[in-house]
């Protein structure tokens, strides 16, 4: 029996097979009654297989397996459809699987969502700078892009291109998913911008962000690239209504 009031957390892999293990592991150790789901990318190194061979698979693991790799935007994109379908998830938490993310702040997230936010981000730069083990070019390049999206976009948040997040379901159902035009890591910033113009209540938490413990990274300059376009036409969206966006 699912519970009227579950919270599906939405992890999108690419090869993270390593990480897999820790953080459902972490995850479930935060909050028990979490449902997962995982959106596989063809990631050759055995992570459907092992997925299937866990106790919860099918009950409160889930997978999506895709064909190959398509972009972190289209795989969330899935998972919110998949969690839309079963109106069951009333929250929804989007997550990196790579272990950046700490699993102890997703019933952090939850609380706020019961109380009076429609939307958790997790801030990297609110209060401070929390970032572990970093390079110091990663983290510059990290803080002029969220300057850059703030001056273009105005949107007062702190870290706007951060990717750990939680939503009431209410939210999910207003964004015009089929319409995100993004791909790579800009969809992190489209999608918490137009929640702020739908006039979602917003609030960041802080976080501390590690760099991933196992695996390689999926930055790439093409996706870079897509991002300072990307947002550079949201700041054009300033002009439109939201009911346009
Ligand atoms: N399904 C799917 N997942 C992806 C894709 N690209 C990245 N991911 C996942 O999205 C999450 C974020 O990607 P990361 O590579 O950690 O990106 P990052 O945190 O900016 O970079 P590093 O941590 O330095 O590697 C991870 O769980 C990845 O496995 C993709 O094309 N498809
Ligand atoms: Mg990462």
Redesign the pocket.
């Known amino acids: 029996m699912v519970e009227p009031n579950s919270t599906l957390v939405i992890?999108?892999?690419?090869?993270?097979r390593e990480n897999l293990v820790e953080v459902t592991e972490r995850l479930w150790n935060a909050a028990p009654d979490l449902h997962i789901l995982i959106?596989?990318?063809a990631s050759g190194d055995g992570t459907p297989e092992w997925l299937r061979t866990q106790p919860q698979f099918g009950s409160t693991l889930h997978l999506i397996e895709?064909d190959g790799?398509?972009?972190?935007a289209t795989?969330y994109i899935k998972g919110f459809q998949w969690a839309l379908a079963r109106p069951h998830y009333q929250k929804v938490v989007q997550m990196?699987?790579?272990l950046?993310h700490d699993p102890m702040v997703v019933p952090l997230m939850l609380r706020e969502i019961d109380g009076e936010w429609d939307m958790v981000i997790g801030s990297r730069y609110i209060n401070g700078v929390r970032v572990l083990n970093w390079p110091i070019s990663r983290l510059l390049l990290s803080l002029g892009a969220a300057q850059y999206v703030r001056t273009l976009t105005r949107m007062p948040v702190t870290d706007p291109t951060g990717?750990f997040k939680c939503f009431r379901r209410s939210v999910l159902e207003k964004l015009p998913l089929s319409h995100v035009r993004s791909t790579g890591?800009a969809f992190q910033v489209e999608i918490s911008y137009i929640a702020w113009r739908l006039d979602f209540r917003i609030k960041e938490i802080p976080i501390v962000f590690e760099?991933?413990h196992a695996?390689?990274?999926?930055?790439s300059q093409s996706i870079a690239r897509e991002a300072i376009w990307r947002i550079l036409c949201l700041a054009f969206k300033n002009f439109l209504p939201a009911s346009r966006l």
């Open positions: 992890i999108p892999t690419y090869a993270e959106v596989d990318d895709r790799k398509q972009g972190l795989a990196d699987a790579d950046s990717g890591y760099d991933r695996g390689t990274s999926k930055m």
